[in-house]
């Protein structure tokens, strides 16, 4: 994997903004699973004026373009097909500041995977709550 990703700071980094670029290329074993891929991030961070509690929320796109016919997929037709995906990720976080360097953060991550074989598109809602400890 490769890329760049620039980070914009303002007001002693209370304020960010986040934009990126990656490529990455998955040789496996397998050829199922081999892959060329572009994923394209952003992101932004503001920070409340009462009690330094910070809202994020990142976003990316991950394209997968596999370089091979899928062996097994689809099932009326193997081998005909190459594996083609395109996957939406979006997580919106709420870090709140608590003693003794530690954070309380409440994340809800929302993915919405498709794919031009049926078996690999879907939609997963995750929600996280953190307590993170900061030395």
Not at 6 to 23: E, S
Request: proline letters at 4%; aromatic letters at 14%; charged letters at 20%.
């Amino acid at each position: 994997m490769a890329g760049l990703t620039h980070l914009f700071r303002f007001a002693q980094d209370r304020h960010l903004i986040r934009l990126g670029y990656q490529w990455d290329l998955d040789d496996t074993d397998g050829r199922n699973y081999a892959y060329t891929g572009y994923r394209i991030v952003a992101g932004v961070q503001y920070t409340l004026p009462v009690g330094g509690v910070r809202v994020n929320y990142d976003f990316d796109v991950h394209l997968r373009d596999y370089r091979h016919r899928h062996t097994l997929l689809p099932p009326d037709a193997p081998d005909t097909k190459a594996r083609s995906d395109t996957e939406y990720n979006h997580v919106l976080a709420l870090t709140v500041p608590l003693p003794w360097s530690l954070s309380l953060v409440t994340q809800y991550q929302f993915t919405d995977a498709r794919s031009n074989l049926d078996l690999f598109t879907y939609t997963r809602n995750v929600v996280y709550v953190l307590l993170i400890w900061t030395y």
